[in-house]
Structures are given as structure tokens and as C-alpha cells.
């Protein structure tokens, strides 16, 4: 009697085991596909059911929320495979908008991101999509901008390969390589590989803006000051923007008045 009551009681604990490590199975897969906020600056938010919620340095995005930076914006996240991606500003990106496929990782509506992957053995397949496009990947390093309303995606590579697809029109994949560049138009064909252009003046003008925000945070580390949304800009560039053209550090004391004028009549 005692053996079966044994036996029934650890059939029951083995049981409750199961079912606890199957409910938490889902949320641990989830969480395991969150990004994290490593470096924001500006005006960055999620939005989910409506409302936005600003982030942070450490904060979490969960699959299928909305990332949206505003015209000062800019956040750079990290996966739980080690790779990341950064958000420019006047964006709006959909984080892993479909649960059932992992490898989907981003996709863009609007504005400018930049996607590091992770080398693994194997490869690492990931996609980012836009509403012209397709972009996949195994590890590399590459820009994806949406341009305007109409979707116009320009592709941008700095390492490895990409495949690019259009999603509106019928055509072959475009195979990038280091330095190429690719503009999808809705509704046309993609270019031929020999029209495929190395983008010099393209890649410049992108390399500007990234320095530029690198600037400010590098200047944000060493001491600078901060700016609504949780940025920095060097104290050189801050003072009365507008009002002469000078500038001042903040907290720096207000400069002497002029001397008085004499009393009338030369008293």
C-alpha cells in the first residue's frame, strides 16, 4: 500500500514538472527572440496597441512591436544571437512582425537601419523585408532604406553577400556583394547584375551620417551633455541656436553687463 501511494505521488510530481515545463517552454522561446536596447539616442519608442513607450539603454522589444525614432532618434539592439541592428532616425520598423518564421527579423516601413549579423556555423539566415523587397542574409553587414511612401528600398552592402528580392514584380534575385548597391522600385523588375551599381557616393553620404551620430556617442560616454530623449551633443554645438550665431556651455555664468551710461548733463 505504502509502495503504490509512493508511486502515485511521484507520478503526480513528474506530471506538475511537465506541464510547468511546457507552459514556460513559449515564454522562454519568446523572450529568447527580444532584443535589447544597447545605445538610444533622441526620441526612441515601441509602439504596441495603440500607445508608445519610450525606450532606453536596457530596455526590451518583443516580437511584432513597432520601433519608431523620431527626427533626433537613433538606438542600436542586440539579439540573443549576438547580432544587431541599429534604427535611424524618422524611422518606423516592425521587430519579428512573424512569430511562426525566426529568421524574419526586421521589417521596414520607413527610414534607415543597419543590420550586423552574427557569423555561426553554418550560416546565419536571417531576413529583412520592406514593401518592395526581401533581403536575406548568413552574416554580413548591410543598409536597408525606405525612401518614401511608394516603398523605393535602396540596399547597401559593407560585408558578405546579400540576395535581394522584389515582392511587386516578377524577376530573378539580385546577388550583392561587398560594396554594391541595389534601388528597388515597386512594381519593376530588378536591375540586371551589370547594372548593379558600387554606390561610392552613396555609401559616403551614409558613412557621414553614422560617424555623426557616433560622435555624439562617444561625446555622451566621455561627459557631454544630455538632451531630452537621452542624448548628448558635444558642448561646442550647444548654446542660442539662432540668436547671432553663438554658443555657450551650459551652466557657464551670464556675462557682465556693459557699463552704465553717464548721468545728463555730465554729472
Known amino acids: 500500500m505504502l509502495q503504490r ?24 522561446a519568446q523572450s529568447l527572440y527580444n532584443a535589447t536596447v544597447v545605445e538610444q539616442l533622441g526620441r526612441v519608442s515601441v509602439q504596441a496597441s495603440g500607445y508608445y513607450t519610450p ?30 541592428f541599429e534604427v535611424f532616425n524618422n524611422a518606423r520598423v516592425v521587430f519579428r512582425e512573424n512569430l511562426g518564421n525566426w529568421k524574419d527579423l526586421l521589417n521596414v516601413w520607413l527610414g534607415r537601419v543597419k543590420v550586423f549579423i552574427q ?14 523587397a526581401v533581403i536575406s542574409v548568413r552574416g554580413t553587414v548591410f543598409d536597408v532604406v525606405v525612401e518614401d511612401d511608394d516603398g523605393t528600398t535602396l540596399v547597401t552592402v559593407d560585408e558578405g553577400i546579400v ?16 560594396g554594391d548597391v541595389i534601388r528597388v522600385f515597386r512594381g ?49 554645438t550647444q548654446g542660442d541656436k539662432g540668436k547671432g550665431g553663438t554658443t555657450s556651455t551650459p551652466g557657464s555664468p551670464a556675462p557682465p553687463p556693459g557699463s552704465p551710461p553717464p548721468p545728463p548733463g555730465g554729472g
Open 188 to 236: 519593376q523588375p530588378l536591375q540586371p547584375k551589370g547594372q548593379i551599381d558600387k554606390g561610392d557616393f552613396v555609401r559616403r553620404a551614409m558613412k557621414a551620417a553614422e560617424d555623426a551620430v557616433y560622435q555624439v556617442l562617444v561625446q555622451r560616454r566621455i561627459g557631454g551633455s544630455t538632451i531630452p530623449g537621452g542624448g548628448s551633443i558635444p558642448a561646442s
Open 163 to 178: 540576395w535581394v528580392r522584389n515582392v511587386t514584380a516578377a524577376g530573378s534575385t539580385a546577388i550583392l556583394n561587398r
Open 55 to 84: 525606450l532606453s539603454t536596457g530596455s526590451i522589444v518583443k516580437p511584432q512591436q513597432v520601433i519608431v525614432t523620431g527626427p533626433d532618434g537613433y538606438a542600436r539592439f542586440q539579439v540573443s544571437d549576438g547580432s544587431t
Open 5 to 28: 501511494f509512493t508511486l502515485s505521488r511521484n507520478v503526480r510530481t513528474l506530471l506538475v514538472a511537465a506541464a510547468f515545463v511546457v507552459y514556460l517552454a513559449p515564454l522562454r
Open 119 to 132: 557569423h555561426e556555423p553554418g550560416g546565419n539566415h536571417n531576413e529583412v523585408s520592406s514593401p518592395t
